[in-house]
């Protein structure tokens, strides 16, 4: 088995560090150009092939993608609403994952869509949802664009805004 990308080691390591100290690690003192740009980052947990975590932002909210990647994979280890924390003793059984969004982008239409190569997010005022591209289960625009919507507690029946974004997934 190959080593795991840089932000993949990076996003495991900050957990690990978060859960047996209770603080964010600092960034790396040297970090590899494609952790050192800002850029909305998502990290996801996995844990026998099912999602254990999955937290991230659309937008940058830190200084560098590598303090994005540090806050969102504690974010998704100890706050995803929908499981129990992770516990140190689970990280060696962990598959992670962490996508770097590009900039999205403003659609017109479903068309312009396809859940394979893009993310989606849908947004009304100021509730929005975003589903990340090729994930399992999701294999039109419709299917994706009503998860989105769920997510942000959209209505089906609402006018939305679309835009579409490709992401670099690492594993």
Partial sequence: MSA??????????SLRYYLEHGRLMDKPAEVPPMLSGQAGTFVSFKKGGQLRGCIGTFA??????????????????TEDPRFWPIELSELPELEVSV???????????????DPKKYGVIVRKGRRSGLLLPDLEGVDTAQAQVAIARQKAGIRPDEDVDLYRFTVIRYK
């Fill in 4 to 13: 795991p990308s840089a932000p993949v080691a990076l996003a495991r390591e």
């Fill in 99 to 113: 996508d770097v969004l590009q900039t999205p982008e403003p659609v017109d239409s479903l068309e312009e869509l």
């Fill in 60 to 77: 940058p909210t830190q200084p560098t993608v590598a303090e994005e990647i540090i806050q969102n994979a504690v974010s998704a280890g």
